[in-house]
């Protein structure tokens, strides 16, 4: 199938969506897969609650390039969107190197690719945010603050072993946690009485 006929250049959406919603493609699981072998093609599906949602056929050109099969459009106006996306490789531990999707918007690398407006590109020039980026900021000290009791307990106690400069600074992070929370409930509680109309108690 020949490359589809989006226009690169005509912008990115302008809207974002949640990464969650929209159909991906990630270069890691395919290279922990084995499927990044010079001449493989395969049949890549997405599934939501076990019910399939789409799927695309991937050419692998070389280490160089690949290509992404696929059809766009309502039943009676499907278009072939193909895209060939180059690959680019980074040098690991002991020899090995990690492949990266090299983004056709932007050409930056990228490990996953959405599929939005028809083509499949990088979070950024989509306009992809994850749903953790929609949290306010109470949600999200909340949210840090459990991953590191899951290290240290709900009690703040130094685990045995753990590094006095670790353990230091997890708890900084505790106390900033609970100094943007409290800020966080300032700005919200003052935004809440200017829109009630009340003014400066104080007075």
């Not at 991906?24 to 493989?40: F, M, S, T």
């Not at 997405?46 to 059809?71: C, F, K």
């Not at 990228?110 to 949600?139: I, N, P």
């Amino acid at each position: 199938m020949s490359r589809g006929g989006m226009r690169y250049g005509a912008g990115r959406p302008s809207s974002k969506l949640k990464a969650e919603h929209l159909l991906r493609v990630e270069i890691g699981r395919w290279h922990r897969g084995g499927y990044l072998h010079a001449g493989r093609s395969f049949t890549w599906s997405w599934h939501r609650s076990d019910e399939p949602t789409g799927n695309i056929g991937v050419v692998v050109h070389g280490a160089d390039s690949l290509a992404l099969q696929y059809m766009v459009g309502s039943d009676d106006q499907r278009r072939d969107a193909s895209q060939t996306i180059r690959l680019a490789h980074t040098a690991c531990n002991y020899g090995k190197s990690r492949p990266w999707f090299v983004c056709p918007v932007c050409q930056r690398r990228a490990g996953v690719l959405y599929m939005r407006a028809g083509r499949f590109a990088c979070r950024h020039c989509q306009r992809v945010a994850y749903s953790s980026q929609a949290e306010d900021a109470m949600t999200r000290t909340w949210r840090l603050q459990r991953r590191i009791e899951e290290t240290i307990g709900e009690d703040w106690q130094r685990p045995s072993g753990m590094r006095h400069r670790t353990y230091a600074r997890l708890l900084n992070q505790l106390e900033a946690c609970q100094q943007k929370r409290d800020a966080a409930f300032c700005v919200a509680a003052a935004g809440l009485l200017r829109r009630i109309g009340v003014r400066d108690l104080a007075r």
